[in-house]
């Protein structure tokens, strides 16, 4: 069964630097998401990404984030100036954007800021 | 806004029968998922309601009631391994099909 699938699976990084998680999700699907959940918390929902575009962000989504697709395959979260309250797990997710249908998660990047 | 209210912990017996509650409250509704999460891992797809009543699937069923804003997961003939979070998660129709998660339902499963 096809997969979304994550890299790195955990990135540990200095404050006040960037990181790029990556995503490769299902090949004929045509939306994508981020999600996050912090520790002992919720999923959150941060943006959705359709034809080459943003679709819908967050208020979570500020200025610090932004996401791509560079390719034809992959999909990226980029966070600038990262701090400490951005240590979560990030979820990458596909679907085809039909209503009734559920979105694929990938196994998540555990990114801890030091 | 939304607004998804699940209880935040349940314990069951091995073999026994579970049911787990979530009311909301939407502004407009498109439809409720319910998803497993186990520790650590990824929201795995359990099921998915946008009419009123029961849909069964193996030993997992899920019911909604769209008049009263709430649905349960009802999950028979436990096994350890059901042991993980529950996420009601409810989709609303004003423009956006992205559903909105629920804190989640810890469930523990005991032998």
């Known amino acids: 069964e096809p997969e979304v699938t994550q890299t790195p699976s955990h990135q540990v990084t200095q404050m006040g630097q960037e990181v790029i998680l990556r995503c490769v999700p299902i090949s004929n699907h045509l939306y994508f998401y981020w999600y996050r959940q912090i520790l002992g918390q919720k999923v959150e929902f941060l943006v959705s990404?359709?034809?080459?575009?943003?679709?819908?962000k967050s208020e979570i989504f500020d200025d610090q984030f932004s996401v791509e697709r560079p390719d034809g395959s992959n999909f990226t979260l980029k966070i600038r100036s990262t701090k400490l309250e951005d240590s979560a797990m990030y979820f990458c997710?596909?679907?085809?954007?039909?209503?009734?249908?559920?979105?694929?998660f990938g196994d998540g990047t555990r990114l801890s800021i030091l | 806004g939304q607004n998804i209210d699940q209880p935040t912990e349940m314990t069951a017996t091995e073999g026994a029968i579970v049911q787990i509650n979530c009311t909301y409250q939407?502004?407009?509704?498109?439809?409720l998922f319910w998803y497993q999460q186990h520790a650590g891992e990824a929201p795995t797809f359990l099921s998915y309601n946008v009419l009123d009543g029961l849909e069964e699937k193996g030993r997992f069923s899920s019911f909604l009631s769209r008049s009263k804003g709430y649905s349960y997961l009802l999950l028979k003939e436990l096994q350890m391994k059901d042991s993980a979070s529950y996420l009601c998660?409810?989709?609303?129709?004003?423009?956006?099909?992205?559903?909105?998660f629920g804190r989640g339902t810890s469930l523990i499963v005991h032998p």
């Open positions: 997710a596909s679907g085809t954007g039909d209503s009734n249908q559920p979105q694929h």
């Open positions: 998660a409810v989709s609303s129709s004003g423009g956006s099909y992205i559903p909105t």
């Open positions: 990404f359709y034809n080459n575009e943003i679709s819908e």
């Open positions: 939407t502004s407009g509704f498109n439809g």
